[in-house]
């Protein structure tokens, strides 16, 4: 499989989500949104799991806007200000109000990992699991090596661990019975530092490299 073999939607809504995205994300919070779709959309793929690619791909731009200083809640967490927000998003765009709610519901249990059963709910189960790819690394061998660097290629991760340390350390501070204060009390840092796909031999090659 190659990055050019997956099926991203070309809808209206998937536009709007990425532009959203795109003007209130880092560069590297932003490829970090792609690569979850990335990692959602390959493995469903491989494990011929049937999946809403314009549901995934709008989750993945909104997952973690609810960090971000425009949108951020003083009393909610950050995947439940997210999940609103992107209702709010999916209503302009004229969705009908059951698929509002899977968007926001996804978004809402993103944070959940492996406790999303695939049976039960294939899109929420595909963005918990490469949510978990991109922060610690888990499940990041179910992607062959050639492909794994071909996204970070193309979708280089820049400085992801510091940038999202830094919003989580924030959010745990303020809101510690949220969900990044768990992290932080569960050592997010240590975890990030040893995701394998920082791993310097899958880092796009500097200047020096290709001399």
Request: charge should be negative; include cysteine; glycine fraction near 6%.
């Amino acid at each position: 499989m190659t990055l050019d073999e997956l099926v991203v939607p070309d809808t209206a809504a998937s536009a709007a989500a990425l532009e959203v995205a795109s003007a209130h994300f880092s560069p590297a919070l932003l490829n970090h949104s792609v690569r979850v779709y990335v990692w959602a959309a390959a493995h469903g793929t491989s494990q011929n799991i049937r999946f809403d690619p314009e549901l995934i791909y709008v989750a993945s731009m909104f997952h973690d806007l609810g960090m971000m200083p425009e949108f951020d809640s003083h009393t909610l967490s950050f995947e439940e200000a997210g999940g609103n927000l992107a209702r709010v998003f999916a209503t302009g765009a004229g969705w009908p109000v059951e698929r509002r709610e899977r968007l926001s519901e996804l978004i809402f249990r993103h944070i959940l990992g492996d406790r999303v059963e695939v049976s039960i709910d294939p899109e929420g189960h595909l963005l918990a699991r490469s949510a978990g790819v991109e922060i610690t690394g888990k499940h990041a061998d179910d992607f062959p090596p050639d492909f794994r660097a071909e996204v970070l290629q193309r979708y280089p991760r820049l400085g992801f661990i510091e940038e999202f340390l830094a919003c989580s350390h924030e959010q745990a501070q303020r809101k510690p019975d949220s969900s990044p204060g768990g992290w932080i009390r569960a050592d997010l840092d240590t975890r990030m530092a040893a995701n394998p796909l920082d791993d310097p031999s899958l880092r796009p090659p500097t200047g020096n490299d290709r001399q």
